[in-house]
């Protein structure tokens, strides 16, 4: 198992940017596709970004798409997510999971292990 650790968060204005990172302790972190999700107060969890176990390919949320880039560094255990123009949307607590031998994954349900979550606040 991994046990993903968010960091990076915080209080950005609109227009800006922000760098979370996760790192991901345990077992071969070659092994697992590694996602971001976020959720807003009121809302349900919301997929963002997915990176395959490689690095070759990345998906993401619509509502980011052309604003993130998820990308990891397998050397490190880490996976990182750059946040650009950012929208008071964009508020949410945001959680790094990994999914063990996955193909990269929207549906949260495929995540084994999950990060207690980095909390982004973005001002208007």
């Known amino acids: 198992q991994v046990h993903p650790v968010e960091s990076g968060g915080g209080l950005v204005q609109a227009g800006g940017s922000l760098r979370l990172s996760c790192a991901a302790s345990?077992?071969?972190?070659?092994?697992?596709?590694m996602g971001w999700f976020r959720q807003a107060p009121g809302k349900e969890r919301e997929f963002v970004a997915t990176?395959?176990?490689?690095?070759?390919?990345?998906y993401y949320g619509d509502s980011v798409k052309g604003r993130f880039t998820i990308s990891r560094d397998n050397a490190k255990s880490m996976v990182y997510l750059q946040m650009n123009s950012l929208k008071p949307e964009d508020t949410a607590v945001y959680y790094c999971?990994?999914?063990?031998?996955?193909?990269?994954?929207?549906?949260?349900?495929?995540?084994?292990?999950w990060g207690q979550g980095t909390q982004v606040t973005v001002s208007s």
């Open positions: 999971a990994a999914d063990y031998l996955g193909t990269g994954s929207s549906w949260q349900y495929d995540y084994d292990y």
């Open positions: 345990g077992r071969t972190f070659s092994n697992y596709a």
């Open positions: 990176i395959t176990r490689t690095g070759d390919s990345t």
